[in-house]
């Protein structure tokens, strides 16, 4: 079992906002990252999967295959967007790296799928800033 | 004559939009940075200072103390923000990152002038994405 | 369950030395970072709990209450200090990566348990200089 | 049980190609990769090795013993090299990382076995480009 | 007058060698630069060009049009290919870097003249190594 | 003219202290800087030379005699010691890298004069952590 990993950028805002709760108790909670005019950041989008190399290419996956499919399927809908409103797979959903994560994590386990690829999904790391990432694993 | 040089952050989101233009126009020239509903990124400020070491500290400046200012003068004003609408100094300019470095020149140049620092500025750096920076010296 | 990782930054000075053993024994083991009268580090700290994501906040941990504890618990009492003769928790023990991020672990786990938060520790990785760094996972 | 890595470097040229295959089947597979005249990378080789710290040294491993491993049994010979035509255990092998990283296991695998070290191998991670990497944990 | 700078990647194989000079004198002068089946590097291609914003977009250049005019003029005779054999600008020239930045500047001079380009080139520089690189201002 | 550029690293301790003034003052001025015991840091030293490349070789310098030259004179006598009980040419100084960066000017100056190198010294830049550097043209 080989890891293959590809990183991709997107820049886009976002705030952090519980629509259930008063202005105040989203400042409270979230302190500047409730910013009602937004703040943003340069996201890294570090996807990796795994499996066994084809004996013909030695590839698991063919690295240019798996940019364009983290582009097309999310990079595209998420780079220079507000990703509280912009975003239909985000719609209604707390804007967190921690619940953006897990969106990312079902559309490309489903687009791999669909390819009928070798390689399996891995895990879906997403850094936000240079002190701050979170990593799910499915 | 030695530089010194000082790193802050700060996470903003803007869009680069001239408020003279239409909306067609706007996008068919700054294309998705003029997203209506923003995007953001990680800025990183890099101050470059100059002058000659006090003999009793070896500092040009004290590098917390400029780290203090800049935080104080800019980044409290820029992090978190949404710099064409929450920025005073940047009220009625466009939010390129050409115009944001001479503005906060402008302001660090006063600055540091009120201490009497024995350090002058000599450059502000504003990396905006991996790919991108500009620099102004005055 | 989600990873959340949060990166801290430590200057410090110290040495591998054995007590046990000879001066020449030490030097012999350890080489230059034998050196007695110490050398140092720009260490990276950086920090992984695991957990599901509050329905609330969308968070596993606030980064920054995670930021303020690592600051708290362990950054103070290692920045600009000598890990050999300024550190409690280090007293009587090797000064290697290895031991050290052992006790850091022993630290924040017990801190983490105290406030009774969601996460729960589950790396801690330790970088010394641009070639090396360890990490321990309990 | 402690993880301990180290990071090593090398530059080498090489070129995806299928001998099995006509030109035009590998300029179509591998595109620009296929080049027949070679491109080139900086690789970053990234050793990780697990283990409880000796109660003398406080060390898995002496990382300046685990990086003249690397450097005399792995780095020697591929820096500065032809993957494809200039590297013994790479002979009749396609040159892709995924290949590379399953090939410096073995090699890393058996040297630390004939040294009894404590270390156990735990991870080869080799990194081709700033978007690119590959692992492999035996 | 602001100084606005872009980054862009190309791989690539070369071999310092200089054909007036037996094998032996190519060995002993450029060492392993020399090995006869090339070896290769990720460079990294920092094209900085100056001047004044314009005042309807607050852009010396439109970073986008630039980072086009790099990959088109430069990347794309560079990138996936053997800097001594496929490269025409380089036809007879040493490969070095010293004579690529001089190589690549006479370029993009001419593209940005063509262009009638308010901004100006000011330096290219050309990182080889995570230890070395060279810059030409003209 | 081509500058040419060459990193090297130490780690080292250091304190910044005042002979001249109490324990108190000094703890007032230099904060946690002055602490006692030391403290440290990976420094890294970045070397720039300009001249015109040798047309036999392309090379303004061969950066690995810049590099071999930067470490006999330079590295070796600050890499894991103490500079202010260690390092014979900082005696009597205070450790600032400001200080620092000035001495090791005069030192690499005199020796590419020595060598009748075509490369003369242009720029020491010493990065202290990932938010301080001083610079130094002569």
Known sequence: MIFVT???????????YNPNWSKEKNEEVFGPCANENWHGHNFELIVTVKG???????????????????????????DHKNINLDVD???DKLASCEILVMEIWKILEKELAAQNSRAKLHRIKLVETPKNYVEYFG
Chains 1, 2, 3, 4, 5, 6 share one sequence.
């Open 52 to 78: 066994t190399p084809d004996p013909d290419t030695g590839f698991v996956i063919d690295l240019k295959v798996l940019g364009k499919l983290i582009k097309s399927s999310i990079v595209d809908r998420l």
């Open 6 to 16: 590809r990183k991709e950028h997107f820049n886009a805002a976002h705030k952090l």
């Open 89 to 91: 797979f985000m719609k």
